[in-house]
């Protein structure tokens, strides 16, 4: 016998993301959406673009949940309070499609091979949520910034490098359905040698 609910009740449905992200400063990311809007036209593209306030680069996903889960979040605050790094250059150089759901391919700004500075900030705040069991499995890190989904697939195309100093990550509040973002901790590095 199959059973749809637990106790008769259908599970949550999720309304809230968390997740720790690297966001360029504003004027970059006024250049990042430009090239988007470009690009859009170039190569026949109908997604609609992110948010300029929306580009980030995901460095961990925390789960998404039914209601903002405060315990997580200060849990997650107090992983990235003891990371310890130094600034450092973020680079990026092509655009390509990531395969996604039918019809939704997400159409990405991609990481450089010189991004090494991003996998460093990964992998130190990734052990760190580990420490404080936060951690979840997850794909291979690729450094990118999702400019728009689109149903067409995009092959890997260079572009002219960006590049922004990389001062702080954030743990962002996303708000399912409702295209809102809420930054919830933000956490400096140190300045560069």
């Known amino acids: 016998m199959h059973q749809s609910s637990l106790g008769g009740f259908a599970a949550p449905h999720p309304t809230d993301r968390l997740f720790f992200a690297v966001m ?13 809007g470009e690009l859009r036209q170039q190569l026949r593209l ?18 998404d949940f039914a209601g903002l889960p405060q315990q997580r979040v200060d849990e997650a605050c107090a992983a990235a309070a003891s990371v310890e790094l130094s ?6 150089d092509r655009v390509a499609s990531f395969r996604g759901r039918a019809g939704k391919h997400p159409f990405v700004l991609l990481g450089a091979d010189r991004a090494t500075g991003l996998a460093g900030l990964y992998a130190n705040l990734g052990t760190r949520l580990a420490a404080a069991g936060l951690a979840r499995r997850e794909p291979a890190f690729v450094p990118h910034v999702t400019l728009l989904y689109d149903a067409l697939t995009i092959a890997p195309q260079p572009i002219e490098p960006f590049e922004w100093t990389v001062q702080e990550f954030v743990l962002i509040h996303s708000l ?16 560069g040698a």
């Open 24 to 36: 360029p400063p504003p004027a970059v990311a006024e250049r990042v959406a430009s090239l988007a």
């Open 46 to 63: 109908r997604g609609r673009p992110r948010p300029t306030g929306h580009l980030h680069v995901t460095l961990h996903h925390l789960g």
């Open 87 to 92: 600034s450092f250059e973020a680079h990026f």
């Open 176 to 191: 399912l359905g409702r295209t809102e973002y809420r930054v919830l901790g933000r956490w400096p590095l140190a300045a």
